[in-house]
């Protein structure tokens, strides 16, 4: 039997999607509708996929996300397709999942710690939170943070509510300031051309029949419970968890001034990666043995053995590892040279000079 650990391992590599975001340059109108001027000549994502990797089946709705920016605020806009538009959740940070749902997830400085989860169901009715660190790293929810200066639309073509075949899709805009996401990093300056945030958007989506001409979620005759929700996201995180903000997706500030394919992951974010991996091992060496451990061919070895896609192939030279039984760093040097990257055994990644 497969061994299972309490941090699962992703099933799925370092491939993140990446996107760049355009800066401002049409008035903005909030309504919840990106068939406008303002969205009309900026990109979608790719299209949504299950949480868990193209490996699974192709969600039966399409989701793509745009977004913009200016010196103040980013812009979010997203049409979710489908006839299944319904919504129960009236009160302002209540559990929005219980409905269909689309969220957004920022972290703005990359170390995987302190970053902003914001929900909105078809009602409009939002939940915005913040996360000390991910579940897995014993994090907590912080439920009365508020994003203040939060704009939020959405626009239904079709009826909420009801089982109707002009029922299209239900579009969202969401405008969150700068100067509360910096507040999850060292500073609340707005980006500037060539900045990135790491970010992952997700759509929650329940089975659902018709009952009395309205939908209701489907039950599982044998449990009489609600089946699971399908979880849709940008970036897959290869696990029914969207708290791995270490493969959440790229999202770069541009100004216009260059090319967009000059936005590339920098070579250190890779070596993030690399230490994520031996974060991962130190985890199940944790669940086998009671403790952390400072061989770092132990921690390969784990690797190679319980999860190959994540084989560790750098060489020992280039890392250090102080470990005791319930604490570990690890670190090694950045592309540069001048300076050093380090994960602990909390999960959090550093950088410093």
Same mark, same amino acid.
Request: hydrophobic share 35%.
């Given at each position: 039997?497969?061994?299972?650990?309490?941090?699962?391992? &992703?099933?799925?590599?370092?491939?993140?999607?990446?996107? $760049?975001? &355009?800066?401002?340059?049409? &008035?903005?109108?909030?309504?919840?509708? =990106?068939?406008?001027?303002?969205? /009309?000549?900026?990109?979608?994502?790719? !299209?949504?996929?299950?949480?868990?990797?193209? +490996?699974?089946?192709?969600?039966?709705?399409?989701?793509?996300?745009?977004?913009?920016?200016? !010196?103040?605020? =980013?812009?979010?806009?997203?049409?979710? %397709?489908?006839?299944?538009? @319904?919504? +129960?959740?009236?009160?302002?940070?209540? $559990?929005?999942?219980?409905?269909?749902?689309?969220?957004?997830?920022?972290?703005? !400085?990359?170390?995987? +710690?302190?970053?902003?989860?914001?929900?909105?169901?078809?009602?409009?009715?939002?939940?915005?939170?913040?996360?000390?660190?991910?579940?897995?790293?014993?994090?907590?929810?912080?439920? *009365?943070?508020?994003?203040?200066?939060?704009?939020?639309?959405?626009?239904? !073509?079709?009826? =909420?509510?009801?089982?109707?075949?002009?029922?299209?899709?239900?579009?969202?805009?969401?405008?969150?300031?700068? /100067?509360?996401?910096?507040?999850?990093?060292?500073?609340?300056?707005?980006?500037?051309?060539?900045?990135?945030?790491?970010?992952?958007?997700?759509?929650?989506?329940?089975?659902?029949?018709?009952?009395?001409?309205?939908? /209701?979620?489907?039950?599982?005759?044998?449990?009489?419970?609600?089946?699971? %929700?399908?979880?849709?996201?940008?970036?897959?995180? *290869?696990?029914?968890?969207? +708290?791995?903000?270490? =493969?959440? *997706?790229?999202?770069?500030?541009?100004?216009?001034?260059?090319?967009?394919?000059?936005?590339?992951?920098?070579?250190?974010?890779?070596?993030?990666?690399?230490?994520?991996?031996?974060?991962? /091992?130190?985890?199940?060496? @944790?669940?086998?043995?009671g403790c952390f451990t400072d061989s770092l061919d132990t921690l390969k070895d784990l690797l190679a053995a319980h999860s190959p896609k994540h084989a560790h192939t750098v060489s020992p030279a280039?890392?250090?590892?102080?470990?005791?039984?319930?604490?570990?760093?690890?670190?090694?040097?950045?592309?540069?040279?001048?300076? $050093?990257?380090?994960?602990?055994?909390?999960?959090? $990644?550093?950088?410093?000079?």
């Amino acid at each position: 039997m497969k061994q299972s650990f309490h941090i699962p391992l &992703p099933a799925v590599d370092f491939a993140p999607p990446r996107y $760049v975001c &355009p800066r401002v340059v049409k &008035p903005f109108v909030l309504d919840g509708r =990106l068939d406008k001027d303002f969205w /009309a000549d900026v990109p979608f994502t790719d !299209d949504f996929l299950d949480i868990e990797g193209d +490996h699974m089946p192709t969600p039966r709705f399409r989701t793509r996300v745009k977004m913009q920016w200016d !010196d103040k605020n =980013l812009y979010i806009g997203a049409v979710l %397709e489908g006839n299944e538009i @319904w919504a +129960h959740q009236t009160e302002r940070d209540c $559990v929005i999942f219980q409905d269909n749902d689309f969220e957004i997830f920022i972290d703005p !400085d990359s170390d995987t +710690h302190v970053y902003i989860e914001f929900e909105m169901n078809a009602r409009n009715t939002v939940w915005d939170l913040l996360l000390s660190k991910p579940y897995r790293d014993n994090g907590k929810a912080i439920n *009365g943070y508020d994003i203040h200066g939060l704009q939020t639309a959405v626009h239904i !073509d079709g009826k =909420l509510n009801e089982v109707n075949s002009e029922n299209q899709r239900w579009s969202v805009e969401v405008v969150i300031p700068f /100067a509360e996401i910096g507040s999850c990093s060292y500073g609340n300056a707005s980006p500037k051309d060539g900045d990135f945030y790491r970010v992952n958007f997700s759509r929650v989506q329940w089975k659902a029949d018709e009952k009395d001409g309205a939908w /209701a979620k489907r039950i599982n005759p044998e449990t009489n419970a609600p089946y699971p %929700e399908d979880n849709w996201v940008w970036a897959p995180t *290869g696990v029914i968890n969207i +708290h791995y903000p270490e =493969l959440w *997706g790229y999202v770069f500030f541009s100004d216009g001034s260059r090319d967009s394919s000059s936005y590339q992951i920098p070579e250190d974010e890779k070596i993030k990666w690399e230490l994520r991996k031996l974060y991962y /091992a130190q985890q199940m060496h @944790w669940d086998i043995h009671g403790c952390f451990t400072d061989s770092l061919d132990t921690l390969k070895d784990l690797l190679a053995a319980h999860s190959p896609k994540h084989a560790h192939t750098v060489s020992p030279a280039d890392y250090t590892i102080a470990a005791s039984a319930h604490q570990f760093e690890i670190s090694c040097s950045n592309q540069a040279g001048d300076g $050093v990257i380090s994960i602990f055994a909390d999960g959090k $990644v550093c950088s410093y000079k």
